[in-house]
């Protein structure tokens, strides 16, 4: 790692980052970047990964790759060690999110456990994946005069602690992250390898920046202080800040006070039945399936509490703005 003794500096450093075409950690790369580190977006083949590497110049390049598989991961990895020497850092950012009750008892149907296992395929093993095979590369490098080797950072969510009707698949996958985080740390820490969580609150990442302005600022409200949604960049400048403070080990970060108006309004979304939410045009059909008002209501709720990725239709945006 780059500094010695004490607090540690990005300037050198070799990251890799999962989802890191989009969102949150698509900002982590441009701030590794920026702070004359260089970085690899491991993300899915169809991302935005190559654009962003070619923007980003050479200190930047793009790994295709999904984070559920061994085989692509390592060759993420053997990619970044090739062009860059060396991993210090991984950041996982990839994740999905699905909306289903544990039982839907109006269509007599149990939640689809095809897309529950998904959401705990990627998000938590994907995760997993990514921590035990960097750890194998940060194990290679020459310890710092401290003995540090690297740092792992991963990505929960409120939903770990306060995970809300319809977010079962995707809390259970937070929620272990950050349970996994200590005995991880605790693996790793002889061979100096720290290991932190950050488990962000709301936000602005490109689906919510689609929305209209009104909608934006009603989500902005359940935040108390400050009432505004996260930019990309303030979590990408904490991962800054675990990388650079060698005390931080072992803990889960959240990243914002949430308002309990938006628990009241899932109590009101809670008396309507599960849906589960595709993606594309699927998506935009199932929300037409659902009774109107208090359906779009719930739908919003669900599209509240995480960020927005329960949803991905461009009708989205009309319809808020139409309800809200
Ligand atoms: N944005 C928020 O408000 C918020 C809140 C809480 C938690 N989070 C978490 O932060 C992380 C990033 O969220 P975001 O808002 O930036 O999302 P995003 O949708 O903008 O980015 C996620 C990225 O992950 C990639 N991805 C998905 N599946 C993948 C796979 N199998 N392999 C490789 N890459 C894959 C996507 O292509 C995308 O680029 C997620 O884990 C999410 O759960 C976000």
């Known amino acids: ?33 920026k702070n004359e580190a260089r970085a690899v977006i491991v993300d899915l083949p169809h991302s935005s990964g ?6 980003l110049g050479p200190s930047c390049a793009f790994a295709p790759t999904d984070v559920t598989s061994e085989g692509e991961v390592q060759g993420a990895l053997t990619l970044a060690r090739e062009k860059f020497g060396r991993i210090d850092i991984a950041v996982n950012c990839a994740g999905i999110a699905v909306a289903s009750k544990t ?28 921590i035990r095979l960097a750890a194998g590369e940060m194990g290679k490098n020459e310890p710092d005069e ?3 080797r690297g740092v792992i950072i991963n990505t929960a969510s409120v939903a770990a602690f306060e995970g809300q009707v319809g977010q079962v698949a995707y809390s259970a996958s937070k929620g272990a992250i950050v349970g996994m985080t200590l005995p991880v740390a605790r693996d790793l820490a002889p061979m100096g390898i720290r290991v932190v969580t950050i488990a962000p609150g709301l936000f602005e990442t490109p689906l919510l920046l689609g929305l209209p ?4 600022s009603f989500l902005a409200r359940q935040v108390p202080f400050p009432s505004r949604l996260g930019d990309p960049a ?3 400048h904490l991962v800054q800040a675990v990388v650079e403070n ?23 979304a809670s008396s309507l ?51 809200l």
């Open 146 to 148: 401290s003995g540090h």
């Open 50 to 55: 190559e654009a962003l590497a070619k923007e």
């Open 273 to 323: 039945s599960s849906h589960l939410l595709p993606t594309g045009p699927l998506g935009f059909l199932a929300l037409l399936g659902l009774p109107p008002v208090l359906g779009f209501k719930a739908l919003y709720c669900l599209f509240l509490l995480d960020g927005g990725y329960l949803l991905r239709t461009h009708a989205l945006p009309v319809i808020l703005d139409h309800f």
């Open 213 to 216: 302005e009104k909608v934006r």
């Open 1 to 33: 790692m780059a500094a010695t003794r004490g607090l540690r500096s990005l300037k050198g450093m070799v990251g890799v980052v999962t989802g890191g075409a989009s969102g949150l950690g698509q900002a982590t790369v441009r701030r590794l970047v």
């Open 246 to 268: 060698p005390l931080l080990n072992g803990i889960q970060v959240p990243t914002q006070l949430l308002c309990l108006d938006l628990l009241l309004v899932f109590q009101l």
């Open 234 to 236: 303030e979590y990408a």
């Open 103 to 130: 039982y839907n008892f109006r269509k007599n149907e149990a939640h689809s456990l095809e897309a529950f296992q998904k959401v705990i395929q990627v998000n938590l093993i994907g995760t997993f994946n990514m």
